[in-house]
C-alpha cells in the first residue's frame, strides 16, 4: 500500500514507471467510449472515496472519469455532509471507517497537516488532489502531456512565471529534480519560492533558477507555465499582490521570446487577462484542454500504482 502525497516522496523510477504506464493504457483505448472501462478492469469492484475541501472541476470529474475506465466506481464526499473532523467525530475515526467502506480515497485539503494526518489514520491509499502545499496529481498530467508533445522532458527547459511560491510551483520544482529537467522560476523577490523548498531543491541537486526578470526566464525555454495569481483560500491582499505580478503575464510577446517550438500550459481555472493574455491561451501553441484530458490518463496510473 502506497501513498501518493508529494512528488518528493516518490523515486525517479517509480514516477517514470507512472507515466509510462498512463501513456500505455491511454493508447490502448482508441475507439473505447469516454467512460468505458479499460479491458482488463484493474479497479472492478473498488471504490475511491472523494474528500474536497475547496471547490474543483477538473479533480472531481477526472478522478471520476480515471476510476470508471479502470472498472471501479467512486464517492464524493462533501464534508459539509460527513461527520469530517467536526466535534462530534475524530479525523481518525472517520478515517477508520472509511478504511472499513472503500479501497482509497482522495482529499483535496487547505491544509497539508490533515492530508499527512488523514493519511496516518487511515490503512488505505490516500491521494493528494491538491493541498496548499502540492498538487503533484496536476504536475504528473503536465510530464504526460509535454512528452506528448515534445517527447522526453528530461534535459529540457520549463519556464514558470508570476506566483513562484504556490502549490503548483512547489510540485513542479520536485518533478524537476525527479525527471531531471531544468527550471527556470520568473518571480518577484516578494513570491520566491519557499525555503523549505529552496533547500529540498538544494539537497537534490535540482537544476533551478529563480530570476525576477520574465525575460529571462523564457530565454531557450521549452514550455512556459503559469498559474492562477491569487491562489484558492489565499488570504492576502489580492489588488496588490495582482500588481506585482503584472509584469510577469504570460503574453504574446513573452512566449515568441522562448524556443520556436515552446509549449504553453496551464492547470486551470485561469484568470483571462492576468497570468496569461487570450491570444497564448487560446493559440496554437497552448496544450490546456489536453492537460485537462491527461488528468485523467495520469491519475488512472497513479490509482494503480498505489494499490498495486
Ligand atoms: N487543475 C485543477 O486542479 O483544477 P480543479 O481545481 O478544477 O480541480
Ligand atoms: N494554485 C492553484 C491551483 C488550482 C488548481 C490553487 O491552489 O488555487
Redesign the pocket.
Known amino acids: 500500500m502506497k501513498n501518493f502525497i508529494n512528488i518528493s516522496d516518490c523515486s525517479s523510477e517509480e514516477l517514470r514507471e507512472i507515466i509510462e504506464e498512463a501513456k500505455k493504457r491511454k493508447n490502448n483505448r482508441t475507439g473505447l467510449n469516454k467512460s468505458a472501462a479499460d479491458n482488463d478492469k484493474p479497479f472492478d469492484g473498488k471504490t475511491m472515496a472523494m474528500i474536497f475541501e475547496k ?6 470529474m477526472s478522478f471520476d472519469i480515471a476510476v470508471k475506465q479502470l472498472g471501479g466506481s467512486s464517492i464524493i464526499l462533501n464534508p459539509d455532509g460527513i461527520h469530517y473532523g467536526k466535534g462530534d467525530e475524530t479525523l481518525r475515526d472517520t478515517a477508520k471507517v472509511l478504511t472499513e467502506y472503500v479501497d482509497i480515497v482522495m482529499l483535496r485539503t487547505s491544509s497539508h497537516k490533515n492530508l499527512e494526518e488523514f493519511g496516518k489514520y487511515l490503512d488505505i491509499p490516500i491521494i493528494n488532489g ?1 493541498s496548499d502545499l502540492s ?1 503533484p496529481c ?1 504536475i504528473m498530467s503536465d510530464v504526460l502531456t509535454y512528452e506528448e508533445s515534445n517527447g522526453t522532458i528530461e534535459g529540457k527547459t520549463i519556464s514558470w512565471l508570476g506566483d513562484g511560491n504556490n502549490n503548483m510551483s512547489n510540485s513542479l520544482i520536485e518533478a524537476a529534480g525527479k525527471f531531471n529537467f531544468k527550471v527556470i522560476i520568473g518571480c518577484p523577490k516578494k513570491y520566491s519560492p519557499n525555503k523549505k523548498i529552496l533547500s529540498w531543491a538544494k539537497k537534490n541537486k535540482v537544476n533551478l533558477t529563480i530570476t525576477t526578470k520574465p525575460l529571462e526566464a523564457v530565454k531557450n525555454s521549452d514550455c512556459i507555465m503559469t498559474d492562477k495569481w491569487i491562489s484558492m483560500n489565499d488570504k492576502v491582499n489580492k489588488s496588490a499582490k495582482k500588481k506585482i505580478l503584472k509584469p510577469y503575464q504570460v503574453n504574446k510577446k513573452l512566449m515568441n521570446k522562448a524556443n520556436v517550438n515552446a509549449i504553453f500550459m496551464h ?3 485561469v484568470g483571462r487577462g492576468e497570468e496569461v493574455t487570450d491570444d497564448v491561451i487560446d493559440g496554437n501553441q497552448s496544450v490546456v484542454w489536453r492537460q485537462a484530458l491527461n488528468r485523467v490518463h495520469a491519475q488512472k496510473s497513479i490509482i494503480k500504482w498505489c494499490l498495486d
Open positions: 471547490p474543483s472541476t477538473r479533480t472531481r491538491l498538487h496536476q492547470c486551470l481555472p
